[in-house]
């Protein structure tokens, strides 16, 4: 079946730029979407379709895929960004979601 | 406003039967897929499976085919997600998802339940 690989921490000081990748057998031909999830609290979606982002969501967020990796991108890094992120794809030969392991954020 | 609200925690033993619910509302409940997510304590997410509650449509993840059963009640706008035999193992919060289509995004999330399974 798809594996989606990501790093298990990202850290970064506030005001810099974090990125968060997702790495998978030709994800480029996928449509990857990503998910925060702050503790204690439900998933929220940040990223669908490689690049778009959802109303309510910073433009500082933003999201690449092309080759074997996926990458979300927070510029302008904030405290209240300290999270756990995950990627999801659809793998259609098994018809079934898959997600990343999830990659958690310190901001330092 | 756009929301899924599940049912609340549960503690049960192993062996026994359980159902949890999540109730759509804000929108028109049967056009939408409804799914079920499961994250263990520590741990990541995992896709259990979907129903198309206009239909009743379902697939499920392969990690959790004949484990689990998935079920909506559209007059209600009540999507469920039930065992008959718990194990310590299912410890776990399990969230309830929202997609227009198959392979869109989960754009709406459920609170979670959260199930535990001890003897």
């Known amino acids: 079946s798809y594996v989606l690989t990501q790093p298990p921490s990202v850290s970064v000081a506030p005001g810099k730029t974090a990125r968060f990748t997702c790495g998978g057998n030709n994800i480029g031909g996928k449509s990857v979407h990503w998910y925060q999830q702050k503790p204690g609290q439900a998933p929220v979606l940040v990223i669908y379709?490689?690049?778009d982002r959802p109303s309510g969501i910073p433009e500082r967020f933003s999201g690449s895929n092309s080759g074997n990796t996926a990458t979300l991108t927070i510029s302008r890094v904030e405290a209240g960004d300290e999270a756990d992120y995950y990627c999801?794809?659809?793998?259609?030969?098994?018809?079934?979601?898959?997600f990343g392991g999830g990659t958690k954020l310190t901001v330092l | 406003e756009v929301q899924l609200v599940q049912s609340g925690a549960e503690v049960k033993k192993p062996g026994e039967s359980l159902k949890i619910s999540c109730k759509g509302s804000g929108y028109s409940f049967t056009i939408y897929w409804i799914g079920w997510v499961r994250q263990m304590p520590g741990k990541g997410l995992e896709w259990m499976g979907i129903i198309y509650p206009g239909d009743s449509d379902t697939k499920y993840s392969p990690s959790f085919q004949g484990q689990v059963t998935i079920s909506a009640d559209k007059s209600i706008s009540t999507a469920y997600l039930q065992w008959s035999s718990l194990k310590a193992s299912d410890t776990a919060m399990y969230y309830c998802v929202r997609q227009q289509a198959v392979q869109d995004a989960f754009d709406i999330w459920g609170q979670g339940t959260m199930v535990t399974v001890s003897s």
């Open positions: 999801q794809v659809w793998d259609s030969s098994s018809d079934h979601w898959v």
């Open positions: 379709f490689d690049t």
